[in-house]
């Protein structure tokens, strides 16, 4: 079945970029008609869509995150990658990403990885 793994660093100052990979196996990044999301939870809140890689390669992003948001893949390292700017330390979160299928929600999700914000 699909696994997902994220990885990055743990801990990023103010004002830089959070650059989170996401790596699928057991599945392709291209397969019809999946898209690839990610999510996050700061702490006491709910979970926050923050966008999604489609198979195509289209991306699609949460209008409060647009501006900073960015999601690529490299198709023949079957991963895909969170590019976050001018985080403050609100965006300290668990992120996750997850599969979606084109109306439904993930059905398969990463463990998820702890990112703080923090000089």
């Known amino acids: 079945h699909v696994q997902l793994q994220e990885s990055g660093p743990g801990l990023v100052k103010p004002s830089q970029t959070l650059s989170l990979t996401c790596t699928v196996s057991?599945?392709?990044?291209?397969?019809?008609?999946?898209?690839w999301t990610w999510i996050c939870q700061s702490p006491g809140k709910g979970l926050e869509w923050i966008g999604n890689i489609g198979y195509t390669g289209d991306t699609n992003y949460s209008p409060s995150l647009k501006s900073r948001a960015s999601i690529s893949r490299d198709t023949s390292k079957n991963r895909f990658t969170l590019n976050l700017t001018s985080v403050t330390p609100e965006d300290t979160a668990v992120y996750y990403c997850?599969?979606?299928?084109?109306?439904?929600?993930?059905?398969?999700w990463g463990q998820g990885t702890q990112a703080t914000v923090s000089s």
């Open positions: 997850a599969r979606s299928g084109g109306s439904t929600g993930p059905d398969y």
């Open positions: 057991g599945g392709s990044i291209t397969t019809n008609f999946y898209f």
